[in-house]
């Protein structure tokens, strides 16, 4: 009887030091596994960071395909750079967690430079850019003056949001500055009369305005801001910030970015070696 219940006793030892081991094991196996995730590596893929509700820049298309001016120059530098292209659609308040892990190559949306200069590693700027008010054509606002007492939509997180947040001057005029998750939102308020102006890139203002029609809107003389796009890229990526700059500059050089930039806004507003 008692060697039966030593024999137990030992199998019982032993099983659990084989069950502590496996424990240990799988341990190992999900630190390994969450160091992993966080230390993403994009390798030979050219991963671009951008905000899917931002035409022309980036959006989805008819098609239900990514398309706009910004993504179809990053995907022709991956081309040249004989690297893989993915467009992939960000939350924008995210934008930096995602850089800084890894999991982007890079931000390449409209992404303004201007008071954001020691935050990215930044490619020369590429195209000139200014923030403005869309006001209906009917709505007798003719001037940032008429904005007193009035409703006005911005993007989050936007550049045009970050100028009005600093010229208290003005938006203090305001009956209220509402924050909008994406410029096509404003533009929706802005057509059912839920606000009275949307600040935003001239660049994208006047496309949205040509895709409804090119009438019933109109852009304010007044300027907000004047600003620069830039590539943003995470903070010592060095090597690939000049690959694609040069990449640009080549394009420039042979007629690519002029091509394109013709295709998207019927002219080169591109500023490359200029």
Same mark, same amino acid.
């Given at each position: 009887m008692k060697k039966i219940l030593s024999v137990m006793?030992?199998?019982?030892m032993v099983m659990g030091v084989l069950a502590g081991?496996? /424990?240990?094991?799988?341990?190992?196996?999900?630190?390994?596994a969450s160091a992993d995730a966080e230390s993403t590596d994009t390798g030979n893929t050219f991963i671009v960071g951008f905000?899917?509700?931002?035409?022309?820049?980036?959006f989805v298309g008819e098609d239900g395909e990514y398309t706009g001016f910004d993504l179809e120059l990053a995907a022709e530098v991956a081309e040249r750079l004989g690297m893989d292209f993915e467009a992939r659609p960000i *939350?924008? *308040?995210?934008? /930096? #967690?995602?850089?800084?892990?890894?999991?982007?190559?890079?931000i390449w949306n409209?992404?303004?430079?201007?008071?954001?200069?020691? /935050?990215?590693?930044?490619?020369?700027?590429?195209?000139?850019?200014?923030?403005?008010?869309?006001?209906?054509? *009917?709505?007798?606002?003719?001037?940032?003056?008429d904005l007193a007492g009035k409703i006005v939509n911005v993007q989050t997180d936007s550049s045009a949001q970050a100028a009005l947040d600093e010229n208290k001057e003005l938006s203090s005029t305001f009956g209220s500055l509402d924050i909008v998750p994406d410029y096509n939102t404003g533009f929706m308020n802005l057509e059912a009369g839920?606000?009275?102006?949307? #600040?935003?890139?001239?660049?994208?203002?006047?496309?949205?305005?040509?895709?409804?029609?090119?009438?019933?809107?109109?852009?304010?003389?007044?300027?907000?801001?004047?600003?620069?796009?830039?590539v943003g890229f995470k903070l010592g990526n060095t090597e690939l910030r000049d690959k694609v700059q040069s990449t640009l500059e080549e394009m420039a050089t042979d007629g690519t970015l002029a091509e394109i930039s013709t295709k998207w806004f019927?002219?080169?507003?591109t500023t490359v070696g200029k």
């Open positions: 006793l030992c199998l019982i081991c496996g /424990d240990e094991k799988n341990t190992a196996g999900g630190s390994s905000d899917q509700n931002f035409p022309p820049m980036g *939350d924008w *308040d995210s934008k /930096d #967690a995602l850089l800084n892990s890894g999991n982007i190559s890079c409209g992404f303004t430079m201007n008071g954001r200069e020691d /935050d990215y590693l930044w490619s020369e700027p590429y195209l000139n850019n200014q923030q403005v008010f869309v006001v209906r054509s *009917d709505s007798g606002i003719a001037s940032a003056a839920a606000c009275d102006a949307v #600040a935003m890139d001239i660049v994208v203002a006047s496309y949205q305005i040509e895709q409804r029609g090119g009438e019933g809107f109109t852009i304010l003389d007044d300027v907000i801001a004047e600003e620069e796009y830039g019927g002219e080169d507003i």
